[in-house]
């Protein structure tokens, strides 16, 4: 497709189910970004990869969060055993360029995968 | 104190008023980021600029990088440019990692 696609859009989990969440990135584009935006904050940034390689995982707030990019396309961002504190929007984003000055590459955003954890 | 602040936090604005939104960031930076989120989630890029200042259509974003500050100016107003604007920073440091920092945002009403 053109854009950044992600699935499910909405997603309600019960407390302590685990979810997935998928990000299809423009076809091409070398490095992927998540990021969790929860209700009326800015998006903080989760992980990022570079074609398959997981470069920067700093941001995944617990070891309940797991990401991959087996082939360099597809991304899954896997959260386990679900809290209710991870309900927010997980955004993923694509980039054509690598390279060191990544925060110098312009973006392109899928619309999210709003998640609710009753 | 945040890296990356925004003001206004909430701005209500009449059509065809000149709206100016505010950024400043305390880190070293590799680039500055304007975004544009519309209810539902969805984010654009709006502008990305290390220096200077871009012009598209009626929007204008403008960077003083030895005060670190931007800022978005919306020209004539319009109810479709009602959104949430974002200002992100991609770090300056020399590693593969592609953090941004994200301000708040600025969640913009313009009335008919």
């Known amino acids: 497709g053109a854009g950044v696609s992600q699935s499910p859009r909405y997603k309600v989990a019960k407390r302590g189910q685990d979810v997935a969440l998928r990000c299809d990135p423009i076809?091409?584009?070398?490095?992927l970004f998540w990021y969790q935006q929860a209700l009326g904050q800015g998006p903080e940034f989760l992980t990022y990869?570079?074609?398959?390689?997981?470069?920067?995982k700093s941001g995944l707030p617990s070891d309940r969060f797991f990401a991959e990019r087996p082939e360099g396309s597809v991304s899954t961002l896997k959260i386990q055993r679900t809290q209710q504190e991870d309900s927010a929007v997980y955004l993923c984003?694509?980039?054509?360029?690598?390279?060191?000055?990544?925060?110098?590459?312009?973006?392109?955003f899928g619309a999210g995968s709003r998640l609710t954890v009753l | 104190k945040n890296e990356v602040e925004q003001s206004p936090q909430n701005l209500t604005a009449q059509e065809g008023e000149f709206i100016t939104i505010n950024c400043s960031y305390s880190?070293?930076?590799?680039?500055l980021h304007w975004l544009q989120q519309h209810p539902g989630g969805g984010i654009v890029s709006l502008f990305m600029?290390?220096?200077g200042k871009k012009k598209h259509g009626r929007l204008i974003a403008t960077i003083n990088i030895q005060e670190k500050h931007s800022s978005l100016h919306i020209t004539a107003s319009h109810p479709r440019d009602s959104a949430v604007y974002i200002c992100?920073?991609?770090?300056?440091?020399?590693?593969?990692?592609?953090?941004?920092?994200f301000g708040k945002g600025t969640k913009l009403s313009v009335k008919p």
């Open positions: 984003a694509s980039s054509l360029e690598r390279g060191r000055a990544s925060g110098a590459n312009v973006l392109t």
């Open positions: 076809s091409g584009h070398v490095s």
């Open positions: 990869f570079q074609n398959e390689a997981q470069l920067d």
């Open positions: 880190v070293g930076i590799s680039a």
């Open positions: 600029l290390s220096s």
């Open positions: 992100a920073v991609g770090m300056n440091y020399g590693g593969s990692q592609g953090n941004l920092i």
